[in-house]
């Protein structure tokens, strides 16, 4: 029998604190996903309206190498600038680890809820890994429908020895291979702004590194929900597996609002995010995109995000060489711990950048 929830508290209670996510309400045979799911008209996704929309193809990175180096540069930077998203190919990590990815991430959110709970923030002194629902539970108005596995690296030791074993060793191999092909694509993001590059310039921006990875059950009502709202990443990049079933939605800026745009899986493809620390460095030539997942009532899906960013102490302003020949700061210093911290205090919300944009008085 479908479970009662007398109030929000016990929804969150289920959900949250005993620890059975979205996917124990999706098990448990709701016909209709509870209120506190139904997202206000003006968040909802209409899918009839995104089809319309030109998606440019994936960039081949392997080219970088020969003689399209240029061109390749050319098409990574315009797609930074213009989308702040892009796809890629011939990245450097193999698909096999990619499919065994996707894989593993199904059993362990397919386990009983005592072999997650342990993961639970609350529960865990387990800072390395964290298992949670929706976005901020307990502060939005309306909740996400999805579960996530947070795995944060503190060097190789210690993924092996703290993340979930059913994917350290996998989620690791992802990291090591990802993290070379961020950088290069972060060098060459960054010798186009006509920034000197040093090794350390580089590092600095990807120091810390999560990967997470996303769980978003069938839902009945997927005219209703999202399985993340509207927002952009605050970190550097962000490279972003999915798997077939689909759902990652873009907003394209334009003349007037912007409109949004479906970006739809491509078989051994990565996507590859701006952040809003890469906007910032780049005094705005560089745009973070603003995206957000629907649901579907057909298949579970899974994405796997790997996101680079700075350290939680580090200031991060635009680059003096950019300020310097742009004549103007576009945005103000901002201790990245700051920055992350109001962006959680608001949830989902869109772009939070206005927080180090400094606008014209
Ligand atoms: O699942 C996706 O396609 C995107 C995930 C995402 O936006 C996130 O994890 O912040």
Not at 82 to 111: C, I, M, S, W, Y
Not at 222 to 240: A, C, F, N, Q, Y
Request: hydrophobic share 35%.
């Amino acid at each position: 029998m479908a479970p009662i929830f007398a109030d929000r508290k016990s929804l969150l209670n289920f959900i949250v604190r005993e620890g059975n996510g979205i996917k124990g309400l999706a098990d448990s045979s709701i016909s209709r996903v509870p209120d506190e799911f139904v997202q206000p008209p003006h968040e909802r996704i209409d899918k009839l309206e995104m089809k319309r929309h030109h998606i440019p193809p994936p960039i081949d990175l392997y080219q970088l190498d020969g003689p399209n180096h240029d061109q390749t540069v050319e098409a990574l930077t315009e797609a930074a600038e213009n989308v702040g998203l892009f796809q890629v190919v011939n990245h450097g990590v193999p698909t096999q680890l990619l499919e065994r990815l996707k894989d593993t991430a199904h059993p362990f959110f397919n386990q009983p809820t005592e072999k997650k709970v342990i993961y639970l923030k609350e529960v865990s002194s387990n800072t390395f890994v964290e298992y949670a629902s929706s976005f901020a539970p307990e502060k939005e108005e309306v909740f996400e429908w999805s579960d996530h596995l947070k795995m944060t690296y503190g060097g190789d030791a210690e993924a092996l020895k703290y993340w979930p074993e059913e994917c350290r060793e996998v989620a690791l191999d992802y990291l090591n291979t990802a993290n070379k092909m961020v950088r290069r694509i972060l060098e060459v993001l960054l010798i186009k702004l006509g920034v000197t590059l040093y090794d350390e310039t580089a590092d600095a921006y990807i120091v810390s590194k999560t990967v997470t990875m996303n769980f978003y059950p069938k839902c009945s009502n997927p005219e209703l929900t999202v399985g993340i709202g509207r927002h952009s990443d605050i970190g550097t990049l962000t490279v972003l597996l999915q798997d077939e079933v689909g759902g990652l939605y873009v907003k394209v800026e334009d003349e007037k609002e912007g409109h949004w745009v479906e970006i739809p899986p491509i078989p051994g493809a990565l996507v590859i995010n701006i952040g809003d620390t890469l906007e910032i460095l780049s005094n705005g030539r560089y745009k973070s995109v603003e995206h957000r997942v629907g649901t579907t009532n057909t298949k579970t899906r899974v994405s796997i995000p790997f996101l680079v960013r700075p350290q939680l102490t580090d200031r991060i302003g635009p680059l003096h060489q950019v300020v310097e020949r742009d004549g103007v700061a576009n945005y103000r210093e901002v201790i990245f711990y700051e920055y992350m911290k109001n962006k959680f205090e608001k949830g989902h919300v869109g772009k939070t950048i206005d927080f180090a944009k400094i606008t014209a008085t």
